[in-house]
């Protein structure tokens, strides 16, 4: 059995682990965990990972949880192109500042505001109140504009001239949110809470 | 000017920072901030970290952030011995989930742990209702279960027999509720006998060196009122 990777691409750090994977040609088994399911919470899935999380990894008997691990375990062991993870000091540093960073900011926020905005009211027709999803908005639109002035600034990509496991962590995050959903924001803000309901973008791929 | 390091020993990852550098010898120009003075928030701060946060590095014109990429930085600058981080993809592998799942897990409810018993009540004068932190010891409590169950097993340090950065920044959360007061390695052998381990490596001078701060916390003098205003509106998000 090859490598094999536990993922549900409703997660934002499966959808990086997929994309580098695939688009690095790294052959493996893909073993779909589906969250809206309780997949995770099966005792075969804590089999593979205790914590009950996805992503994860299975390489024969190397079991291996948290996606940033993940990445960096793929990027060592498959020998990808440099710039993923680039052997220049400081460029490298600036990669892992910004996975260090990302856990508790980006992926915090967009995490929250996926929630708020829609797992919450729409999915399981819990109410939110409009000041708690104004505030998830408001501390989710800092981070946002962090990312822009302190890690992408003038560059083309988050760490310089080219793009970096930096990059596709933060792109599946800001996609968990999207154009869409942020386009749709303003309007929620103002509008009754009843307007979304039955709405088709609404509802999960 | 050679390497700054930024650091507050109030702080779980400063240090572990501090630790990693003085015992790799790595010389550096250690530059206090003091959090509780609010430091983090001068403008001249802000040139070196941007975040305003603590721990920060400045080596020549590069600054870097993030303790996590602080020590595999001075560990790849400074050639440490391979045990800190190791070149074996597994062994790695494992130091770099450590350093993943920390951040909102042992972090967390440490920071918390401290906070609610200590510094909220004891230093700033401000009641927390014991519902709060009940359910904060809890987490920690669930918390550390992991870190024996998941982490460390039965092994000597949590990648196996040999110490690495996640050891440290293990370590220092740990002291964290120490410093507050809680039992956190009395009930608890086997994360006891680790923190002996990771002592014996440390070295007992550097250890006792590093914890000045949060063991004394109880200690920290009365802080002036318009200091104590800011830092009440800046932590409040760690009542919950």
Not at chain 1, 62 to 91: G, R
Not at chain 2, 87 to 99: F, G, K, M, S, T
Request: proline share 5%; charged share 25%; with cysteine.
């Amino acid at each position: 059995m090859g490598l094999e990777l536990y993922l549900d691409l409703l997660s934002q750090p499966c959808r990086a682990i997929y994309i580098f994977a695939k688009k690095n040609g790294i052959p493996f088994q893909l073993r779909t965990v589906e969250l809206l399911k309780g997949q995770h919470l099966s005792d075969a899935f804590a089999q593979v990972n205790p914590l009950k999380k996805v992503p994860a990894l299975k390489d024969g008997d190397f079991t291996l949880s948290e996606s940033v691990a993940i990445l960096l375990y793929l990027f060592h062991k498959y020998k990808v192109p440099d710039y993923w993870y680039p052997q220049d000091l400081q460029a490298r540093a600036r990669v892992d500042e910004y996975l260090a960073w990302q856990h508790t900011a980006l992926r915090r926020n967009c995490l929250r505001a996926l929630w708020h905005k829609v797992m919450l009211p729409v999915v399981m027709g819990e109410q939110i109140s409009s000041e708690l999803l104004a505030a998830t908005l408001a501390e989710l639109d800092v981070t946002l504009q962090v990312l822009e002035d302190k890690f992408l600034q003038d560059k083309a990509f988050l760490v310089g001239p080219q793009i970096s496991l930096a990059d596709l962590v933060a792109i599946t995050e800001l996609m968990h949110v999207s154009v869409g959903l942020w386009g749709l924001a303003a309007k929620f803000l103002k509008a009754d809470p009843s307007w979304l309901h039955g709405t088709g973008e609404w509802k999960l791929q | 000017m050679g390497l700054e390091l930024y650091l507050d020993l109030l702080s779980q990852p400063c240090r572990a920072v501090y630790i990693f550098a003085k015992k790799n010898g790595i010389p550096f120009q250690l530059r206090t901030v003091e959090l509780l003075k609010g430091q983090h928030y001068t403008d001249s701060f802000a040139q070196v970290n941007s975040l305003r946060k603590v721990p920060a590095l400045k080596d020549g014109d590069f600054t870097l952030a993030e303790s996590v990429a602080i020590l595999l930085y001075l560990s790849r600058k400074y050639k440490t011995p391979d045990h800190w981080y190791p070149q074996d993809l597994r062994a790695r592998a494992r130091v770099d989930e450590y350093l993943s799942w920390q951040h909102t897990a042992l972090r967390s409810c440490c920071t918390r742990a401290l906070w609610q018993k200590m510094m909220f009540p004891v230093v700033l004068g401000q009641p927390v209702p014991q519902e709060t932190l009940s359910s904060t010891l809890a987490d920690l409590d669930s918390c550390l279960q992991l870190l024996e169950d998941r982490f460390l097993r039965d092994q000597d340090f949590i990648t196996g027999s040999q110490i690495s950065v996640a050891d440290l920044m293990a370590i220092e959360e740990l002291m964290h509720p120490v410093g507050a007061g809680c039992q956190v390695f009395e009930n608890r052998p086997k994360l006891a006998k680790w923190r002996q381990r990771v002592e014996a490596v440390v070295g007992e001078d550097l250890f006792r060196e590093a914890h000045a701060v949060i063991l004394k916390v109880k200690d920290t003098p009365p802080l002036d009122p318009a200091v104590k205003e800011n830092l009440l509106h800046s932590v409040r998000s760690l009542l919950q």
